[in-house]
């Protein structure tokens, strides 16, 4: 039996419990009783996740797209 | 002290983990690694939160107003 202090269980428990709120919270399925400030600081919160989530994608697909210029290329060159 | 038997704190652990990368990638700040795919997944997630949360405020807005119309009116009727 692998046990830890019941120091550590005790956060782990509150983490997971403040954890999965903030998760909830975010995913905006637990927002009652939030009020406007409260709402517009999560609001801030969505809209950097999704900013930064856009630009990685944007980067994907660059990324991407370089890649297969360069197969293009490369065919090209075999080609000629 | 106040012991829980090791499983749970074992699942306790592992919940904390998940769902600390799962509010890193949501806020933006864990996504390396990350295909195109699970990028828009994410995307949607936090589209639908947003939405969720834009609604939420504008409720709040409106209740307010009620609030503050209902007031009007009562003084309005105070001072006839």
Chains 1, 2 share one sequence.
Request: proline share 0%.
């Amino acid at each position: 039996m692998q046990l830890e202090n019941s120091t550590s269980y005790t956060m782990s428990s509150n983490e997971i419990e403040e954890k999965t709120l903030e998760l909830r919270k975010i995913k905006g399925e637990e927002l009652h009783g939030m009020d406007i400030e409260e709402l517009q600081k999560l609001e801030k919160v969505l809209e950097v996740g999704l900013s930064r989530v856009l630009e990685t994608k944007g980067e994907r697909f660059l990324d991407e797209i370089t890649v297969l210029q360069r197969k293009g290329a490369q065919l090209m060159a075999e080609n000629q």
